[in-house]
């Protein structure tokens, strides 16, 4: 099990394409939940489609 912190676009940069087992992911849908100021923005597209590089064929994601 290797855990990578860090800004998931820097990392995900760094590795190959297919090394991924499984993605899991929480992130904010833009609904300004409660008020509070994380839930503004949405993933970019360009984080989606690092993701799916780096995930290999037989992974999962796991997106709450």
């Not at 394409?17 to 833009?30: I, Q, R």
């Not at 989606?48 to 780096?54: D, G």
Request: aromatic share 10%; proline share 6%; glycine share 8%.
């Amino acid at each position: 099990l290797k855990l990578i912190q860090g800004n998931c676009l820097d990392a995900m940069a760094t590795l190959p394409d297919g090394c991924v087992d499984s993605v899991v992911t929480d992130p904010p849908y833009g609904l300004s939940f409660m008020g509070k100021k994380w839930d503004y923005d949405v993933p970019s597209e360009a984080i989606w489609r690092e993701a799916l590089r780096v995930l290999g064929r037989e992974a999962t994601f796991y997106h709450s």
